[in-house]
């Protein structure tokens, strides 16, 4: 038995600035300017080790609110702004 903790987010709100760099590094380290793989990204950052010591749980629809703002934002960040 486990005794990880686990931070599930699935709406928009739920997704921090921690979460969001956690993917931008993910996306930069794997995906450099190329071409990004978003079930590679959202599989890596899945179960990510949170600074409060939990594990990111994203659930497993991948089109949640928190998973699309996800995209959202690295997409904008990658564009520049």
Same mark, same amino acid.
């Given at each position: 038995?486990?005794? +990880? @903790?686990? @931070?599930?987010?699935? $709406? +928009?709100?739920?997704? @921090?600035?921690? !979460?969001?760099?956690?993917?931008?590094?993910?996306?930069?380290?794997?995906?450099?300017?190329?071409?990004?793989?978003? $079930?590679?990204?959202?599989?890596?950052?899945?179960?990510?080790?949170? +600074?409060?010591?939990?594990?990111?749980?994203?659930?497993?629809?991948? $089109?949640?609110?928190?998973?699309?703002?996800?995209? #959202?934002? !690295? #997409?904008? #960040? #990658? +564009?520049?702004?």
């Amino acid at each position: 038995m486990s005794d +990880a @903790t686990y @931070t599930s987010i699935h $709406e +928009a709100a739920d997704v @921090t600035d921690e !979460i969001l760099d956690a993917c931008e590094d993910i996306v930069d380290g794997w995906h450099g300017d190329g071409r990004v793989d978003w $079930e590679d990204v959202i599989d890596r950052l899945d179960g990510y080790h949170l +600074a409060d010591g939990s594990l990111l749980d994203l659930g497993s629809n991948a $089109e949640s609110g928190a998973i699309r703002h996800i995209k #959202r934002v !690295i #997409r904008k #960040r #990658r +564009a520049g702004g």
